[in-house]
């Protein structure tokens, strides 16, 4: 149980909603709100308070960024809040129709422009733990809580947007679409260097996985489009 407050009052967290952990941090959540508070111990580097108040600021779809600054019963920094977004599974994504991916492709890619604007590069859309779940398949994909952020006033603006689109497109071919594929199909029933192909050809045009894949789908949904890719 723990016991926390925010703009809105008190909130009393149990574990009913409690949802998970990582080195930085137990994770709950309420409604359309998750709570993330910090460890009173920190094993890796975090948001500090003034890193939260910059980003609230800042506006994004799926990119989920924090909204409220948490505080203990001292008055101590102790997490943030961001919305709460159910994962209802890869399946479920890639069964999606494909305006709905669009769409979601489009706010993405709009999100990593509006974080680079800001100077705001995001290093941890892919952990190397598999096993640390920062996204959510819902009616599109979401990253719930990519955690690092890196605010760097001296950079160029237009390298960072390109970064954090190219993390995306790292995430989108790795822990997506390859993932897709091994489930399916299994790790030898697809031909991984023609899915590999499309990444390299979207990079050998200067445009994003995302815009690549947005301009070649013809299918009804994205798991129609990978079949068609891979078999």
Known sequence: MRLVFDSNGKKLLTKFDFIGKGEEAKVYHKGDVAYKCY?????????LPEDVSFLQGIYT???????????????????????????LGLLHFMGLPTD?????????????????????LVSDFMPKDTRVKNY?????????????YFINYDSDREKIVKRNKDLIDNFLFFRVLNKF????????????????????????NDVSFLEY?????KEDTLEDYVKRKVL
Do not use: M
């Open 181 to 204: 594929c091994k489930e399916r199909f299994g790790d030898y029933g697809y031909d991984f260097s023609k899915l590999y192909s499309s990444l390299s050809e979207a990079r050998d």
């Open 39 to 47: 460890h009173h111990i920190a094993w890796c580097s975090r948001l």
């Open 136 to 148: 959510s398949f819902n009616e599109g994909l979401y990253f719930v809580d990519p955690g690092k």
């Open 100 to 120: 709905a991916v669009l769409r979601n492709f489009k706010l993405l890619s709009n999100d990593a422009r509006v974080l680079g604007e800001n100077r705001v």
């Open 213 to 217: 894949i947005a301009c070649d789908i």
């Open 61 to 87: 779809d799926c990119i989920l960024l924090p909204q409220t600054t948490l505080y203990n019963i001292f008055g101590d920094f102790c997490g943030y809040t961001t919305r709460y977004i159910e994962d």
